[in-house]
């Protein structure tokens, strides 16, 4: 039974969603935005929040929770020198997402997630 379980599993085992999850994080932290299908959005939002909050407070245990999520020193090193410190103040909300229509080969629902 899946009771009190909130993920979405986004017809993926969970070695492939949490691959799928660590690269829309390493891309998004470059970018600062992805353009994705709107049910990715909203499974990715919960898990960049939570890293860009981790990043707010800079101490080793955050940086290593961090490092161990994303598995790229480059993005840890961006989120909490460029990234975090923009939302020191916010409690959180750190993105937006934004609806784009369908995508034209499958009619799938598009969104742009960005940073707020």
Do not use: C, W
Request: glycine share 4%.
């Amino acid at each position: 039974m899946r009771h009190r379980k909130k993920k979405k599993i986004l017809s993926r085992k969970k070695s492939a969603r949490d691959a799928l999850l660590r690269s829309l994080a390493v891309n998004f932290i470059f970018a600062e935005k992805i353009k994705t299908t709107n049910a990715k959005a909203k499974a990715f939002r919960p898990y960049i929040e939570n890293l860009i909050s981790r990043a707010r407070e800079t101490n080793l245990t955050n940086r290593r929770y961090v490092l161990k999520f994303l598995q790229n020193e480059k993005a840890v090193n961006k989120l909490f020198n460029e990234i975090a410190p923009r939302y020191k103040e916010r409690k959180g909300g750190y993105t937006r997402i934004l609806k784009l229509g369908r995508r034209k080969g499958d009619g799938a629902e598009l969104s742009l997630i960005k940073l707020a």
